[in-house]
């Protein structure tokens, strides 16, 4: 095979060769020098197909970017409400006096204080979404397909503790994201 008036060897499968222009007795090195030629070997008979091979590569690269472009539009999570909370020894039982153990579970609860029993710490921050006992039922779920940092799992079970809830709307249904201040 000739490539820009160079002969240049061709392995079985009929692509050119460049382990002459890259010489060494290794099968790996010349299979590598076969599929991912080097600098040397782009600069010589490589240069003949690297026109086709950048617009390939271009067309490619355009085309993916386009397609997760268009899909993360579509896929765009709406932030519903955002709010802080102070988790106090209040928040760490339920109605029954038993200790909550899940971190959805001192949320909920944290929620119903504020809301339907009055009970608030300073740093405590009203929202409209939980102030529906439907939506606290929901606390569970929405953890599950959302995100709780594990500093502020431990702190919800502890109490003590600022954590900053967002609630998002998104095309599989609503989940939180939990943080601590």
Not at 7 to 18: E, N
């Amino acid at each position: 095979m000739t490539v820009n008036g160079r002969s240049v060897p061709q392995k079985q499968c009929g692509r050119p060769c460049f382990a002459r222009i890259n010489p060494c007795n290794e099968t790996f090195s010349q299979e590598r020098a076969h599929y991912a030629p080097s600098n040397e070997m782009r600069n010589t008979g490589f240069r003949a197909l690297g026109g086709y091979m950048k617009y390939k590569t271009t067309f490619f690269l355009t085309a993916a970017m386009a397609l997760s472009l268009s899909a993360g539009v579509a896929k765009a999570d709406r932030l519903v409400e955002e709010y802080n909370a102070y988790i106090g020894e209040e928040d760490l039982y339920n109605s029954y006096g038993e200790q909550l153990t899940e971190p959805w579970q001192v949320i909920r609860q944290d929620r119903a204080n504020y809301h339907r029993y009055g009970v608030t710490q300073p740093g405590d921050e009203g929202d409209s979404f939980f102030a529906s006992a439907k939506n606290r039922e929901k606390a569970e779920r929405m953890i599950e397909y959302g995100t709780i940092e594990t500093r502020a799992a431990r702190a919800l079970l502890r109490g003590g503790s600022v954590i900053n809830v967002q609630v998002f709307r998104g095309p599989d249904g609503d989940y939180i994201n939990v943080t601590v201040d």
